[in-house]
């Protein structure tokens, strides 16, 4: 009986983490690169580590890890698009869920895949390079 109890509770677990997030738009890498022609509209957010980002990041991202999206963080606007990434998609998931309980947002959206489906340009320490195979 109780490894029933173990097993339904980590299965739940897993699901609360995987599932879809009501609201949250998937975009591809070509959906973003056409929101990205209008910079004005649209905050894109890197919520990896600090050492990640610095690795690797799309032009124009702004860096603020998912741990940092806890409490209400300023550096998130209410008035504009917001688009997540993170180097598979799921951390942006779970980013999504934090930002939408402590934001008011007309638009969240996130790369579909995360870097792993991204074959644009990126940025490393300040230098463009090409990421494409």
């Known amino acids: 009986m109780i490894n029933i109890i173990l097993v339904s509770v980590l299965l739940y677990i ?17 959906e973003i690169r056409e929101k990205l022609k209008k910079p004005k509209d ?3 957010i890197d919520v990896r580590q600090p050492y990640e980002y610095k690795s690797k990041h ?11 999206l806890k409490k209400k963080n300023e550096q998130i606007p209410e008035d504009k698009e ?3 990434y993170c180097q598979t998609g799921i951390r942006s998931k779970n980013a999504a869920r934090l930002i939408k309980k402590n934001h008011k947002l007309s638009s969240l ?3 579909k895949g995360g870097l792993y489906e991204w074959e644009g340009m990126v940025t490393s320490r300040n230098r463009k390079k090409d990421s494409s195979k």
């Open 42 to 44: 649209v905050v894109l």
């Open 14 to 30: 897993i699901y609360d983490r995987f599932k879809p997030v009501k609201g949250l738009n998937q975009l591809s890498e070509q």
């Open 82 to 84: 917001v688009i997540l």
């Open 109 to 111: 959206s996130h790369l």
């Open 58 to 68: 799309l032009p124009g991202a702004i860096n603020i890890p998912v741990s940092k």
